[in-house]
């Protein structure tokens, strides 16, 4: 409790018990101390820093003792790292390649000698930091990057700063891009130094170590500690942060109901190359910044920390609306705002023209990442949402170095060249296209109605899976929290909807754009099934069927196409039916012209909607008994009662009628809701029959 309570801008996670549990095991150590580092973002990001230890281990040829340094791999994460996640390397020979290193010019060909110094064959890809870890003699060392130190990294003298805070006690080394040659300088800031606890890397981060797991952590911990109390006594001295405030924040409610107003034309607009995922955020430090009269200043400077500008570009681009905008008007905001984004990607394409090298990979999308709303809040825009969530966790931490800076000094960013060259350094692309294939709906938004379960829920897993990113509506809040349950909110989400009232699917649709930044494919599967003879089918039975069957239908795709169409990026709607659309069969008038209207209203909209690429279709299920939430009910009794056979029966009647003999599962009609989006790609106005091969349903 005493050691927790000594930090005020860290937590101290360390426990005893769980340490005690792994022994002696060196490499557990550092995995454990590297876990717990991670879990605070105030040390480092998601993916940023890199953590080691060394270890003494027999060579497997020569069964001499040799010292190991096992070091977090190429994109790993150290929040999340585990045992496959790292390098083992023979430390010797990395201290035996300065004997080839050719200088600064070649700094790029001493990574691949990284792997004839691997010890482990069972290694991750050595990152580029490894050098920078083997070349120091500490058993086990940290480099992180948090924002109190990066603050001061990045302030206009944070040599002076560093030796104002520490004393003698840290060394100091500019700002040089990660290689073996900055490995070499810190090698040399130790040696000219040789009683000091760690090195403040300019415009980058910090390296700090220990002679066991423990050490290394509180001494990480006393560093980041130490310069976060500085900046937070000289900013308590600062009564004008960032300026001070120009714009007042709209109130949470109406800052909510903006952005998801937004989303969905920003999406377009960052999508003119590639489909992107987005990210909302109001949070107080981003809200701060984005009110305040240096905010203009600030922001075209760019970030300094390459971690950073990696997943935010070199700068965010700051909309010309005010709070108070009226954006109803969706065809003025978007002409309001279109030649802005020209704009930026004028300035990145002049960026990367004046900055390349002959060899410099092809420019990549010139569309910002980084969107700023003042008044209102922050997007963020990638190709998935874990992607646009962690863009937007290192834009705050960002933020948060501007603040440290400029309380203590002046914020400085990376020269533009110096931005480029990380951003386009050969390596970096080489890591990007190590990167695995996307999935057929990676980059997609999908709304599923009905998907607390059955078919529904069998749809909405069946897209998950596929790459897309899912918003399950059901009437039923425990369906839905047990069809969600296995998935973390970057990839599905939950809203209780009633799909008859038209401003429940406008909630719902309003949180979607909010949550993923808009919608590219919504999939009707919302319904019940009602079977009774003419006589004993009540007025209330049609219009309950009516409502959830073709009213919703037409609410949702009404509400789903005006998305789509602000976007501007096309869309898919996937309407279950059924056969009975098809078939005349017995004690199904009400069920059976519902699902007739679903059909035909799926050709009207195909029709209407193409221009807008807008493609809308059908699937037709027959017989899912096993899983369908609809047979628990009535209905089962009814077809039973129609076909006079017991309800323990149907199972086998329905798998035995179909041409095919087969059993019809929810999974099936998801696969051919799948062929719809991802396969059948140039249809529209069509009709899937999943049902084993019914010849009276044939469609044609």
């Known amino acids: 409790m005493e050691a927790k309570s000594k930090y005020k801008f860290v937590n101290y996670l360390w426990d005893d018990k769980k340490a005690k549990l792994l022994g002696d095991d060196q490499v557990s150590l550092f995995l454990y101390r590297s876990n717990i580092l991670g879990e605070d973002l105030r040390i480092t990001n998601y993916g940023g820093g890199n953590t080691s230890c060394k270890t003494i281990e027999k060579d497997p040829i020569t069964n001499q003792d040799v010292e190991v340094m096992w070091i977090k791999g190429s994109g790993g994460d150290i929040g999340t790292l585990k045992r496959d996640g790292i390098a083992g390397l023979y430390n010797q020979r990395l201290h035996d390649l300065k004997k080839v290193y050719r200088g600064l010019e070649y700094e790029d060909e001493m990574v691949a000698l990284f792997n004839h110094c691997i010890y482990d064959l069972d290694s991750r890809t050595p990152s580029i930091d490894t050098p920078l870890h083997g070349l120091l003699p500490f058993k086990h060392i940290d480099h992180l990057h948090p924002d109190a130190l990066i603050a001061i990294a990045a302030a206009e003298d944070s040599e002076k700063i560093t030796k104002e805070i520490w004393g003698d006690t840290m060394g100091w080394v500019p700002w040089q891009r990660p290689g073996f040659d900055l490995g070499l300088k810190l090698e040399k800031c130790l040696n000219e130094n040789p009683s000091i606890r760690g090195i403040v890397l300019g415009s980058h981060g910090v390296f700090t170590w220990g002679d066991t797991s423990y050490e290394s952590y509180i001494n990480s911990l006393e560093v980041i500690e130490a310069a976060s109390q500085y900046i937070e006594d000289k900013v308590a001295k600062n009564s004008s942060v960032f300026g001070g405030q120009k714009i007042k924040s709209l109130s949470e409610d ?45 922001a075209p400077m760019g970030t300094s920390c390459p971690d950073h500008f990696l997943r935010t570009k070199i ?125 057929p709906l990676s980059r997609k938004i999908a709304l599923v109605t009905g998907s607390g ?15 897309a990113n899912v918003v399950f509506t059901d009437i039923s809040e425990r369906y839905l929290q047990e069809a969600t349950l296995q998935y973390g909110t970057d990839q599905a989400i939950g809203f209780c909807c009633d799909v008859t009232k038209a401003e429940s699917l406008e909630d719902a649709i309003q949180k979607t754009c909010l949550q993923f930044g808009g919608l590219d494919i919504v999939v009707h599967s919302a319904g019940l099934a009602i079977s009774k003879p003419l006589a004993e089918t009540t007025e209330l039975d049609w219009d309950l069927l009516q409502n959830v069957l073709v009213k919703g239908q037409f609410l949702l795709s009404k509400q789903a196409a005006r998305i789509m169409r602000i976007q501007g990026l096309g869309g898919s709607i996937v309407n279950i039916a059924s056969k009975n659309g098809l078939v005349s069969g017995p004690n199904n008038a009400g069920y059976g012209t519902a699902k007739a209207a679903q059909m035909h209203l799926s050709r009207l909209l195909a029709a209407e909607l193409a221009t807008d690429k807008i493609r809308v279709n059908t699937v037709n299920p027959d017989g899912v008994i096993v899983g369908s939430k609809i047979w628990e009910g009535e209905w089962a009794k009814g077809r039973a009662k129609a076909y006079g056979i017991s309800v323990e029966e149907l199972p086998a009647f329905y798998a035995k009628r179909n041409l095919l003999n087969q059993i019809i599962m929810p999974e099936d009609i998801a696969n051919g809701v799948f062929a719809f989006l991802a396969l059948l790609d140039k249809s529209t106005g069509n009709t899937i029959n999943v049902d084993g091969g019914m010849s009276n349903a044939f469609v044609r």
């Open 254 to 298: 109406k800052r909510k109901g903006k952005a998801a107003q937004l989303a969905p034309i920003l999406r377009g607009l960052c999508s003119s190359e590639n489909a992107m995922i987005g990210h909302f955020t109001d949070d107080e430090k981003v809200l701060e910044y984005i009110n305040s009269y240096d905010l203009q200043r600030l």
């Open 453 to 467: 379960g059955g078919i529904g829920r069998a749809i909405a897993d069946k897209l998950i899976a596929e790459g």
């Open 315 to 439: 700068k965010p681009l700051i909309l010309n609306l005010t709070p108070e905008q009226d954006l109803s008007d969706e065809q003025m905001v978007l002409d309001k705002l279109s030649g802005l984004f020209e704009q930026y990607r004028d300035d990145y394409h002049d960026y990367y023209e004046s900055c390349k090298h002959n060899d410099s990979p092809a420019v990549r999308d010139p569309n910002p990442v980084v969107i700023l709303y003042p008044g209102v809040g922050m997007f963020t825009f990638a190709k998935n949402k874990q992607t646009a969530r962690v863009a937007s966790e290192f834009y705050i931490n960002a933020i948060n170095v501007m603040r440290g800076a400029e309380a203590i000094s002046k914020y400085t960013s990376l020269p533009r060249q110096e931005a480029f060259d990380i951003e386009y350094w050969l390596l970096e692309e080489a890591k990007l296209q190590r990167q695995p294939k996307e999935k």
